[in-house]
T-cell receptor, first 109, second 114 residues
Framework: GEDVEQSLFLSVREGDSSVINCTYT??????LYWYKQEPGAGLQLLTY?????DMKQDQRLTVLLNKKDKHLSLRIADTQTGDSAIYFC?????????FGTGTKLQVIP | ETGVTQTPRHLVMGMTNKKSLKCEQHLGHNAMYWYKQSAKKPLELMFVYNFKEQTENNSVPSRFSPECPNSSHLFLHLHTLQPEDSALYLC?????????????FGNGTRLTVT
C-alpha cells in the first residue's frame, strides 16, 4: 500500500536554508505535492512536481525528486519567520492522494 | 467569496447530539472531499464525491454521514460521536479530470466531542 514518511520536526535560523525531506513507496505516483499548513488554517498548495522531472524551482522554493530512491525534498532559501508552519508531502496516483504526517518547521529569529 | 469555506470553525458537541458540518467551494470544481486530521497522524481521507456521486468511503463509521446536494456544497452529518472523533475536519475540492488534481482546502472545523 501507499505510505509517505516525513520527519516530524525541523528547526532553522532565520536567513538559513531549510530542507524538508519525504520518502514515498508508490513508484506509480504521477504527481508529488508540497502543502503548507499554518496554525488554525487548512492546507495550502505550495508547489508540485511531475514524476518525470528531477527538479522544479519556484522563487525561494526548490523541489528535488529522486525517483529511483523515492525521495522528495523541499528546499526553502532564506527562510523567514513567516515560513513557520507544518509542511506536508503528498503523492498522487489516479484519483487518490496520500499525505505524510507533516514536518513542523520552526524558524528561530 | 473565493476558495473553500467551511462552517462552523469550531464545534463542541456531546455524544448524543446531532450536528452538521458544511463546506462550500467557489472554484468550479467537480470533486469534493472530507478529510480527518488528528494530531501526529497522516490526513485520513473519509469520503470523495465526483459530480455529486460518492466514489469513495474509506471505511468510515456510519455515525458520519456525508451529503453532496450539488458540486459546490458538501455536508458531513454527525450523530452519536465518540470522544476519539475529536479532530480537525477538512473539506477540499479539485478538478475531476486529469491526473494532476491539486487539492484546495478549507480552514477546517475543529470538532470536540465531550
Amino acid at each position: 500500500g501507499e505510505d509517505v514518511e516525513q520527519s516530524l520536526f525541523l528547526s532553522v535560523r532565520e536567513g538559513d536554508s531549510s530542507v524538508i525531506n519525504c520518502t514515498y513507496t508508490d513508484s506509480s505516483s504521477t504527481y508529488l505535492y508540497w502543502y503548507k499548513q499554518e496554525p488554525g488554517a487548512g492546507l495550502q498548495l505550495l508547489t508540485y512536481i511531475f514524476s518525470n522531472m528531477d527538479m522544479k524551482q519556484d522563487q525561494r522554493l526548490t523541489v528535488l525528486l529522486n525517483k529511483k530512491d523515492k525521495h522528495l525534498s523541499l528546499r526553502i532559501a532564506d527562510t523567514q519567520t513567516g515560513d513557520s508552519a507544518i509542511y506536508f508531502c503528498a503523492e498522487s496516483m489516479n484519483q487518490k492522494v496520500t499525505f505524510g504526517t507533516g514536518t513542523k518547521l520552526q524558524v528561530i529569529p | 467569496e473565493t476558495g473553500v469555506t467551511q462552517t462552523p470553525r469550531h464545534l463542541v458537541m456531546g455524544m448524543t447530539n446531532k450536528k452538521s458540518l458544511k463546506c462550500e467551494q467557489h472554484l468550479g470544481h467537480n470533486a469534493m472531499y472530507w478529510y480527518k486530521q488528528s494530531a501526529k497522524k497522516p490526513l485520513e481521507l473519509m469520503f470523495v464525491y465526483n459530480f455529486k456521486e460518492q466514489t469513495e468511503n474509506n471505511s468510515v463509521p456510519s455515525r458520519f454521514s456525508p451529503e453532496c446536494p450539488n458540486s459546490s456544497h458538501l455536508f458531513l452529518h454527525l450523530h452519536t460521536l465518540q470522544p476519539e472523533d475529536s479532530a480537525l475536519y477538512l473539506c477540499a475540492s479539485s478538478q475531476e479530470e486529469g491526473p494532476n488534481r491539486p487539492l484546495h482546502f478549507g480552514n477546517g472545523t475543529r470538532l470536540t466531542v465531550t
